[in-house]
């Protein structure tokens, strides 16, 4: 086990200032040298956590390898806090230190112009405020994948993973808006729709499924209903026949 350490913002904002000047280490052998600096090591007291398995995180591209990842990724850093799990400075050292190889791999193209590397490091080895650690970071992006997945579906947070990463288009409609992924008794009966209809469920049907529960559920207070009441009304905005015409 492993005390887990982060950056100051002092640390985090030279970073940002010098991509170009440090091109080559991000291309290359990376930050490892720098990890015992100051400002380097500062330590989250009170927990450790399993950091080596962040050396197993396979950089391939594709929904099967960001389930493998996300949980990885929780395996290791589930005793992190959703207020610790959006904070910069940790998410920027791991990336840069012990998730260094990883991110290397699956966002740094060696082929790519200075100028889409240059991006790439911007969006993926930094956690720039809400949206980019939810959705960009290498590292925390999976994070708040299993979160989420674990918070809504805890009788079933593998299956509930493996269905928000089914396409892009899911998961940018129920991690990236807070109104669904935030509100547990609603993505609890989405997942559950999503579970028993999996064969039903295309990126076409699935939209016209979101599109029905936002008509149909607007003014509803879902927080306030049992969820055997909650999973029964989004249940009844699924309806294979009608999403089929959307389909076509």
């Known amino acids: 086990m492993n005390e887990l350490l982060y950056l100051s913002e002092l640390v985090v904002e030279d970073l940002k200032k010098k991509i170009e000047d440090n091109l080559e280490r991000y291309r290359g052998s990376g930050f490892s040298q720098s990890a015992s600096e100051i400002g380097w090591n500062i330590r989250l007291e009170g927990r450790e956590f399993n950091l080596k398995l962040l050396e197993s995180l396979d950089s391939e591209r594709s929904a099967q390898g960001d389930f493998k990842n996300s949980m990885i990724v929780w395996e290791a850093l589930s005793r992190l806090t959703p207020s610790e799990a959006n904070e910069e400075q940790i998410w920027t050292r791991l990336s840069h230190i012990e998730g260094f190889e990883y991110t290397q791999g699956r966002w740094l193209k060696p082929d790519s112009s200075e100028e889409k590397q240059i991006s790439a490091i911007k969006k993926h080895f930094f956690a720039n405020g ?34 928000i990463l089914k396409t892009a288009d899911i998961r940018s409609n129920i991690v990236e808006r807070p109104r669904i992924s935030m509100r547990t008794p609603l993505l609890h009966g989405i997942l559950k729709v999503l579970d028993t209809n999996e064969a039903q469920i295309t990126e076409a049907s699935f939209r016209a499924f979101m599109v029905t529960i936002n008509r149909k559920g607007a003014g509803l207070i879902f927080e306030s209903l049992p969820q055997d009441k909650v999973d029964d009304f989004i249940q009844s905005c699924f309806d294979p026949e009608k999403t089929q015409t959307v389909n076509s």
């Open 130 to 163: 809400r949206t980019g650690i939810r959705d960009d970071h290498s590292l925390s992006r999976l994070w708040w994948n299993a979160y989420i997945a674990n918070l809504a579906y805890p009788e079933k947070p593998e299956r509930a993973l493996e269905l």
